[in-house]
Structure formats: structure tokens, C-alpha cells
């Protein structure tokens, strides 16, 4: 049997219950939050553990450290949450690949858990002990955390990377006919590709420091003097970091497969023409202009990125034969139904209340008391999830009812 027969047989027999196409695009645009938080944590990350070394040359060094900590604290619980929905998306239309890829690697895929439990515990340890007059040695938990991450990282790209390579499964799984079912090693890794993707935590940590100098800039207890500080840092770390990622964009692309036009192709063209004019423009960008609209651009190059790892995937995965639009569908509307209300009224109300309540509590001094228009969000979020949980009891009751006693 051909490779390309067990990957369409491997498909889940119930099919997917809507067109694949739409939980394509729903993977690619809840991978670029997923991968926008990677960004800000490893990029927040770097540079407290690089500012907590430098605290000794001033203040700012000391407060930047202390403020990224906690940033990248909290961007480790959004990378994961944000990372189970791209993670549903490929299980229902790349299951055959994901899992065989994981399963090829099963000791890292299971001990990437572990790994990232200490590392954020040690990132916690770090976050306890990085105060004013703290010792050198403190440092040692936020390395840990950091390799950890990074780590984790790459167990993440040697899943992805290894399913698009069907070709080489068989002698993965037993080298020289000998089946090998340890899970014990990570057998493909492309390290142009792995370091592209983390590069971009350095613009990124750039970009967020530009929308933090902003966002604070109506604080009237923060020092204006650090704040232009972590402008200019920003700026400093953004144009650098671009140009850098330019360049590790363009070593991925020397090691695309020959002949699949991928190492020219129009869309990695205009991927790194939006490295370039981002490096350019705030190069040469007045301290003055909104720090809001970096991050954005910086959001605009991640889905680009996104969409081209698409691509690369459909192009590794066509001379198999796998093409998602094949995909068995069965219509499901109650339940595609239930999903995008839940999508647009759960996430929308709800985490359009946190958005707004973070956003508007962090720009005021001392205690915040919110107004009447938000407070009403806050009621609307509560009775949306009521429902949302009234719904979803009823639908299952409903379901279990029908099955077995009508
Ligand atoms: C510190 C922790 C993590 C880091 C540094 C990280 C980093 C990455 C990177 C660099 C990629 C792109 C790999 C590539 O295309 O070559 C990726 C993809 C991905 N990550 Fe994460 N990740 C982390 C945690 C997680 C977690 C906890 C989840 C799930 C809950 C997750 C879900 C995913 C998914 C679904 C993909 C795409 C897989 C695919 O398209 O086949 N990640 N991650």
C-alpha cells in the first residue's frame, strides 16, 4: 500500500462537519495568535532576564526587567490557551499527519508538557525573586525557563515539520526494517525554519515596547523619562529585528525543496518585502507616531507567515495525494451552529468585557471604578455564558435522551 493511501485511509471516518476549507482558515487565523503570543513571551522574556543583568546600570534597566517578567508571565498562559484552538484545527483536517507525527515522536510530544510545567514554574520562581536587590544567581531560574521554552518550541516545529513529510515515515518507524516504537527521537528539524519563527520574538518584544510606551503615556504616575526609554528600545530592538529575520527568512528559503517553487515563490516574496518595509519604516519612524500601529504591522507579517506555512504544507502534501477538499462532510448545523454563536457571543462578549475592563483599568492610577456602559458589559458577558451553559447541558441531555429512549 502507497504512502498516499494510508494518509486518506488514516482520515477520521465520521468526516469533518463543515467544508474544510473554513476550519483551514479558522486554523491559519487562530495560529497567528498563537504564535503573536509565543513571540511576545520568548521576546518579553529575553530581554527581563537581559535587563535584570543590566539593572546595576540603572533604574529603568531595573523597572523594564521587573514590567517584562510579568508580561511574559502572563503571555505563557495566552500562548497555551490560544494554542489549543490551531491545535483542534489541524487534528480535524491534518489528523492522519499530526498524529502520526506525534506518535513517531511520542517521548518528546508527552515530555513537551512536562518540560513546559517546570518552565513556567521556574518562570514563577524567577518572577518571585526578581525584585529590587536581588541576587545575581536569581537569573539562573529565568535561563532555565527560557532554554525550556525554547525547547519547547522546537518539539513544537519538529511535529509540524515531521507531518509534512509522509515520505519518510516508514523509515522513521523502523530503520532498517527493525520497528523502533520508542518515540525517542526528533526526527526532523529544520533549523533555518525553527529559527525564522523564534527570530521574530525579537521585533516582536520591539513592537509591544512601542504600544507600552504609548499605552502608558496617560500615566501620570509613570516616569516619562522611562517611558521614552522603552520607546527608543523598542524602536532600537523592532528595525534590528526585522532586518535579522530578513535575514533567517531568506536562509529558510535556500532549503525549501528544489523544484516545488517554493524557494521563490510570490508569497515568501511579499513575506519578506513586509520584513523589509517594517525594518525601513521604523528606522526611520518619529518617536511621535502612534505605538499602536507597529504591533499591528507586526500582527499583518504574522498572517502572511501563517498563510505561507499553509502553503507549504499543501505543496508537501499534494504529490501524496492528500488534498483536504476531499475530506468526507458530513453537515452538521447544530453543531457548527453551536460553534460559531459560542465564537462569536461567548468569546466576543466575554472576552470583549476583559479587553476593554484590562485596557481601561491599566491606564488609570490607583484604584479603577468602571462606568456604567461597562459594567453593563460585564452583566452581558455573565448572562451570555448562563446561557451558553444552559445550551450546552440541554443540547447534550437532548442528544442522550434521543439515543436511548426515544
Ligand atoms: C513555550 C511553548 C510553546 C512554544 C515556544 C511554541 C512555539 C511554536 C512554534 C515555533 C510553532 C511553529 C512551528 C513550525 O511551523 O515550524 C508552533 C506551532 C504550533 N503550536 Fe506552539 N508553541 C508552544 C506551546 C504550544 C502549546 C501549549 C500548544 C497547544 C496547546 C501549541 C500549539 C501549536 C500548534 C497547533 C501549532 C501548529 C501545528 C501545525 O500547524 O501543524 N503550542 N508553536
Known sequence: ?????????????????????????????????????????????????YAFHRRGRGAHWQRLSLTLTQVAKVGVSLLIVLGVAPL????????????????????????????????????????????????????????????????????????????????????????????????HALHAIQWPRYLFMIGLSLPAAGVFLLAYAQYCAVRTDIDAGYLAFARALGQRLATVGYAVCLVLLAAWQAVQ?????????????????????????????????????PLLGGLGVLALL???????????????????????????????????STFIGVGGLVGGFYLALLYRAGR??????????????????????VLWIAVFFAYGIAIWVRNNFV
Not at 523589509?276 to 502612534?290: K, Q, S
Open 306 to 340: 501563517a498563510v505561507w506555512r499553509e502553503v507549504i504544507r499543501i505543496h508537501h502534501l499534494r504529490p501524496f495525494g492528500y488534498d483536504i477538499a476531499t475530506y468526507p462532510v458530513h453537515m452538521d448545523w447544530p453543531s457548527t451552529g453551536l460553534f460559531f
Open 364 to 385: 488609570t492610577a490607583g484604584l479603577y471604578t468602571a462606568d456604567r456602559r461597562l459594567a453593563r458589559l460585564g452583566s452581558a458577558a455573565v448572562a451570555v455564558l
Open 257 to 293: 525543496p528544489a523544484g516545488a517553487g517554493l524557494a521563490l515563490h510570490p508569497l515568501a516574496l511579499l513575506l519578506g518585502a513586509s520584513l523589509l518595509a517594517m525594518a525601513l519604516w521604523l528606522r526611520g519612524r518619529a518617536p511621535a507616531v502612534h505605538g499602536y500601529r
Open 88 to 183: 483542534l484545527f489541524t487534528q480535524v483536517i491534518y489528523d492522519p499527519q499530526w498524529y502520526a507525527s506525534n506518535v513517531l515522536s511520542g517521548a518528546w510530544a508527552i515530555g513537551f508538557i512536562f518540560t513546559l510545567i517546570v518552565a513556567y514554574c521556574s518562570w514563577f520562581a524567577f518572577y518571585y525573586v526578581n525584585q529590587p536587590g536581588a541576587r545575581r544567581h536569581a537569573g539562573v531560574y529565568a535561563w532555565l525557563a527560557l532554554a525550556l521554552f525554547l525547547l519547547d518550541g522546537l518539539i513544537m516545529h519538529a511535529l509540524s515539520y515531521q507531518a509534512l513529510l509522509p515520505g519518510q515515515w516508514m523509515g522513521w518507524y523502523a530503520p532498517g526494517g527493525v520497528v523502533d516504537t520508542s518515540g
Open 1 to 49: 500500500m502507497d504512502i498516499g493511501t494510508v494518509l486518506n485511509t488514516m482520515r477520521d471516518p465520521a468526516g469533518v462537519p463543515a467544508h474544510p476549507v473554513l476550519f483551514q482558515a479558522l486554523m491559519v487565523i487562530t495560529w497567528v495568535l498563537h504564535i503573536a503570543f509565543v513571540h511576545l513571551t520568548l521576546g518579553c522574556a529575553g530581554l527581563s532576564i
